[in-house]
Structure formats: structure tokens, C-alpha cells
């Protein structure tokens, strides 16, 4: 199971789903179901792309490193260094979609929520509004504001509630694999042929 927002620390597939896009501006999103606590590596696969393996020392539940699964990427190259990689569903578009969350970000909606309750609650909850702003010319140059006053209380509509009723789990959508799995993963990127494709790894073994 994955947590519920309120348990959330926000510290340290198949049938894939599509991830929201991060614009310039002006982002809305509503957030619903549970929260994937995860770490990720990025690796380099075929024609330098990055294929992300979950680290399997973090414990999604406890939100803690406990180091009690074999983690072969440490095995393999200790000195790879894991990043913070939470992500939930979310209604935007009509749709259902992946929301990788944001670090900053998430850090203010949890503030928010202290005042506002769970955003995700399907009769009490609130649309997330925030500011995607590009600081500067690198990809990392850039900030994330929530905009709580226009964050308020609503209902799910039926047609929300209708593609809620559907919805999965993230330890579905976002599959934890086996450490067998990872390992079998990384031999196979170590040793990438020009005719593999990562994109068919990514889906195989549901890291991404």
C-alpha cells in the first residue's frame, strides 16, 4: 500500500499512465489517492538516455533508508548517488495522471494542508494552484510557489469522482521491483546492444 497524504513525512507497470507536464506559469492540478515514497538512480542506458532504478535500501513505508533489501545498484556502482523521487495521481486535463512531485513544491502543500486539511479528500479537498518560475538558464534554475488563496475547499464533480472510483494504487502504477528484478534490469543495460531499447526495459520491469 502506498501512504495516505496525511501520513506523508515528505522526507527522504503495466498499463502505463501518462505524467503531468510542468508548465511555465500558471499550474492547476487535483491531487487523489495515495502518495509513492521512492529514491531513484539515474543510470545511463542506450544513446546516454537515463533509465531510473528504484533504491531498494529506502523503504516506501517508513519513508527511511533501512538497507534490508539486497540494492544492486550499490553493488554495481557505489558511488551512484540516489535522488528524492515522490510522486501521486492527480485529475488534470480530464484525466488521471502521474504527478512527480516536487520537493520545494510538496514541502508547501504539506504547510498548507496543516490549515486547509487533505488536499486529496474527495469532498473536502482543494485544487493545487502553484507558479512553475525559471530562474536562470540551467534545467535546475527554477522555483515552485503554491498559491494557498486560491487553493479552496471543493468536491470532486461526477466526472472526477467517476475516474477516482478506477483508480489504482501507486505501488500498482509505480511497481516496486524485486531485487532479482533490478538485478536482471542492470545486467542488461551494463550490456545494451545497439538493437535494445530502453523505453521497452523501462516498461518491462515498470521502473519508470
Known sequence: MGLTFN???????KGKIESYTYVE???????????????????????????PFECLSFDREKEAFTNIEKDW??????????????????IHGGKIKVLNLK???????LLAAEDLGDPCDQETGWDVYFKRIKTGPMAYNVEYQLQPLKCKPRALTEKEAELVAELR????????PTPDAQ?????????LSAETDDEALE???NVG
Open 7 to 13: 501520513k506523508l513525512k515528505g522526507e527522504a507497470q
Open 25 to 51: 506559469g500558471d499550474n492547476v492540478v487535483r491531487m487523489v489517492g495515495d502518495v509513492c515514497a521512492r529514491y531513484v538512480y539515474w543510470l545511463k542506458g542506450e544513446n546516454d538516455k537515463n533509465v
Open 73 to 90: 545498484v550499490r553493488e554495481y556502482y557505489p558511488d551512484q548517488k540516489c535522488t528524492w523521487s515522490y510522486a501521486i495521481q492527480c
Open 103 to 109: 520537493k520545494k513544491l510538496l514541502e508547501q502543500i
Open 169 to 176: 494504487s501507486m505501488d500498482e502504477v509505480l511497481a516496486r
Open 183 to 191: 538485478k536482471e534490469l542492470l545486467d542488461k543495460v551494463r550490456n
Open 203 to 205: 516498461q518491462e520491469f
